[in-house]
Each structure stands twice: as C-alpha cells, then as structure tokens.
C-alpha cells in the first residue's frame, strides 16, 4: 500500500496540519448572519416551489435528545432523561413540517431524508412512527430514495430497527468511534462490540443489508496504535457498507465540555498520522474503496460507483448519490440549502417554540451566496468529492477564465503541488492519492473568506 498512498513525513504533516473548515458548506456557517432570516426564506421557499414538481428535494430533521453526553461530541445536543421534554419537541418539529410543506404545495417529491442528532432512537418507535407519518402526509418520496439516520447501539432495540424498516428507512448510520474501554471511559461513552455486532446483525436481517455506516475517530484520548487497529479489524469484520473515518474535532471554545478531557492523553500528530495511516491501510486491503474525506465503502456500494463516475454529492447530510437543488432542514439548529442561500434554525429549545408560537418561522440567521460564492462552491465540492475539479468545466459553466479567476489563489496552490499533493494542468487541478489527507487545505486555497480572515481565537479542528 506504501507505494500506492506515500507517507508523508512528520515535518510534511506539521507543515501543513493547521485550523481549516470541514467544508460541509461554502460559505461555512462561521459566515452566517442574523441579517438573512424569515424573510429571506419565504422569498427562496416561493422560488423553489416555483422549480416545480418535477425537482426532487432533501429533507433533513434535527433530533437533538441523548441520556449521557459524550465528551468528544461536536453535535448540537440536549442531554435529558426526561421524556416529556422531548415528546413536546417532537410536536413542535410536526409543526414546523406543516408550516414549510404549506409554503411548497408544488414542491413535494423527496429524494433523500436523514434524521440526525443527538440521537434520534432516544425516542420511542411509535414516536418515530408519528414523525414519518408527518412526512409523508405532505411529501411523496421517489423510487429508491435514501431515507437515513443515526442509531446509536446502546439505545437503539430491535423493535426499533423492525419499525424503522416498515416506515421506510434503508440506511442506518452508527456511532461506534472506539471499541477499547480506556479509550470509551475517557470520552465516557460505554458501548461494547457485541452490542454493535448484534444491532448490525439483526438491521441487516430486516432489510438493511446496502445501508450500514459506521463511524469512526482517530485523534481521542488514549489511543494507541495496537488498540486501534483491533478495532479496525473488528469493524472490519462486521463488514459494514461504509465506513467514516474521522478526525477528533476538539473544539473546547465552542464545544465547552470537551475542556473535560485530558488533552495530555490524546495521541501526538506523529501517532494520530499514524492511526489514519493505519486504518486506510486495513480499509484498502480490506477491498474498501476511499470516497470522498474521510471515507470508505465496499466497491458494489452505490458511494463507490459514484464515486468512479464522477457523480458524487455533499451537503449539510455529508455525501449523497441523490442530487436535489434544495435541502430544507427541521429543528433547532438545523441548516437547509434552499436556492442558493443557507439558512440556520434558532438554536435554544425556547425561542424555536416561541417563533412557531408566534405563526413564524424558526429561522435565526443565514447566508445568501453571490455569484463568486456559488463559482468557488463547485470547486471546493468538487475537491470534496472528487478530488479534481475540471478548469475547462468550470469555465463553461460560470463564463470564466479559470487561471485568470483564481490567479492569487493557485499561486497558494503551488506549495501543495511542490508537496506532492497536487497536480495541476491546463485542463484539472487533481488531488493526489498521497495527498487526500490534505484535502482540506487544498480545498482552503479557494476560501476567499478564510484569506480575509485574521481570526483573534481558534475557529477551526486542525486539518489532519
């Protein structure tokens, strides 16, 4: 494998392992303002009605609920054991479904959901049950839409996955990060082997055998390399479709509860290369193919195929085959993509109820893209899921000059190329194999918002 992927060395890594985005949007949400809200978003809700029924759309809800925080979290959670707390949420969220589906009466073919969190099987299966049925009172799902969402193994139950199964649901994302105990008391999240093993076991006897994802993080707190790759040749063996391989994203200044953590005890960047190293090495020997950042999936898998075709997809979801020009988002926090503008629900469980008590929408701030924004989005996207993007492609389809367009920003590139990263010639900008660790930066050249920065504290995880 060495051959193929070429280790870069430890100063390489140092070189160019610095704060960067994660690009789950460009503009980054660190660019949304509270001057883009309500009505901003009833004038792109009427222009994406207006796109018609034959324009399928993504739906996303925000299911914020978990028992126990875990410390290595990013997520927008609320930590409650009690179940009136959330049982009121969900009536709030059905709400909101009604208030935007009256806003799209032309607009109501879906071709992908996810249902993300906190964790959404914190709730009951005839919770879930009153939630889809919200859905599909208003919208009409296309043959082989991906329907997804996160289960986290120590909640979720078996009558929950026969549920899940009969509602629809044909993908299922689960947590599993670390297997090895020192490392799960540290970032206090107590979840064994066997409980994913029969979680995965019995999801696939009910049908979900194309839509397993499992995730994974290098980076956390007691790692070492001989417990990290027996949990990579335990997942491994679970054969799950896909894998998501993530680097610990410690953001103690905007995730407070990660300061709980011992940050002495988490690997040193020459351990943490050497645990991605690690597992790309396991995953391609495994038959996995890399897709995208960050992930892997077995060569039938449709993230594979795609992903050989040149037709792969990101969004707030993370990577998709189903393209749909407009993603609306439910529940606090939530962040939809609608006509080329993102908007941003209210964060606090009080002020989203007290908007839809008031007859409004939950939107609390968000961002319109201008004509540069949406040429430097296709490029970042397509390094994203790609790793090339086409010069003559994007001159076609914007009416530019590609070399002349970004003249200051490849001249950043060059340090990349002269790496060994990336390529360049008159016709693409290609990422190479050994350099899609850094794929994050390349992407970084082209954020005309991360040049004009002088941030006065840290805004971003470190990219490697």
């Known amino acids: 494998m060495s051959e193929v992927f070429p280790r870069p060395d430890l100063k390489t890594v140092k070189r160019f392992d610095r704060p960067g985005p994660r690009y789950t949007s460009y503009p980054t949400a660190v660019e949304f303002h509270e001057g883009v809200g309500k009505t901003t978003y009833l004038d792109r809700l009427a222009q994406a009605d207006a796109a018609g029924a034959q324009a399928p759309l993504s739906l996303y809800a925000h299911l914020p609920f978990c028992e126990h925080r875990c410390l290595f979290c990013g997520c927008h959670v609320v930590i409650t054991p009690h179940m009136p707390v959330a049982e009121k949420y969900l009536r709030y969220v059905m709400v909101e479904i009604d208030r935007v589906a009256a806003l799209l009466p032309n607009r109501r073919r879906v071709a992908q959901m996810q249902w993300g969190g906190g964790t959404p ?35 979720t139950s078996q009558e929950h996955l026969d549920r899940l199964g009969a509602l629809g649901f044909n993908r299922l994302s689960m947590g599993v990060q670390d297997l090895t105990p020192e490392v799960q008391e540290a970032i206090t999240r107590g979840q064994t082997y066997e409980q994913t093993a029969r979680l995965m076991d019995y999801a696939r006897k009910v049908g979900f055998d194309e839509g397993i994802n499992l995730d994974l993080i290098y980076g956390l707190p007691m790692q070492q390399m001989e417990t990290f790759v027996s949990n990579l040749d335990q997942v491994i063996g679970l054969r799950p479709n896909r894998v998501a391989l993530y680097s610990f994203a410690y953001v103690p200044w905007i995730r407070g509860h990660q300061k709980k953590l011992d940050k002495e005890s988490m690997p040193s960047p020459d351990l943490k290369l050497r645990l991605y190293l690690a597992a790309m090495d396991r995953f391609l020997e495994a038959g996995y193919e890399p897709i995208g950042m960050d992930h892997f999936a077995l060569p039938d898998d ?16 993370g990577y998709s085959v189903m393209p749909a020009s407009d993603m609306i988002a439910f529940g606090i926090s939530g962040i939809g993509e609608v006509q080329g503008a993102f908007f941003q629900n209210l964060k606090k469980l009080s002020t989203y109820y007290e908007a839809l008590d008031a007859g409004e929408l939950p939107v609390q701030r968000g961002y319109v893209l201008d004509q540069d924004d949406k040429i430097r989005q296709h490029v970042i996207r397509e390094i994203m899921c790609n790793f090339r993007v086409s010069k003559t492609d994007v001159a076609q389809r914007f009416g530019i000059s590609f070399d002349e367009y970004f003249a200051p920003d490849l001249e950043d590139l060059a340090a990349l190329i002269e790496a060994g990263f990336v390529e360049e010639t008159d016709q693409e900008i290609r990422v190479r194999d050994q350099g899609r660790i850094f794929v994050r930066n390349a992407c970084m050249v082209f954020d005309r918002y991360l040049r004009a920065k002088t941030p006065e504290g840290p805004m971003f995880s470190q990219t490697v």
Do not use: C, W
């Open 121 to 155: 099987t914190y709730f009951s299966p005839d919770q879930l049950s009153d939630m889809m049925g919200k859905y599909r009172e208003h919208f009409d799902f296309v043959p082989g839409a991906e329907i997804a969402l996160e289960v986290d193994p120590r909640v």
């Open 302 to 317: 449709e993230f594979a195929l795609a992903t050989r075709e040149g037709r792969l997809h990101r969004n707030f979801m």
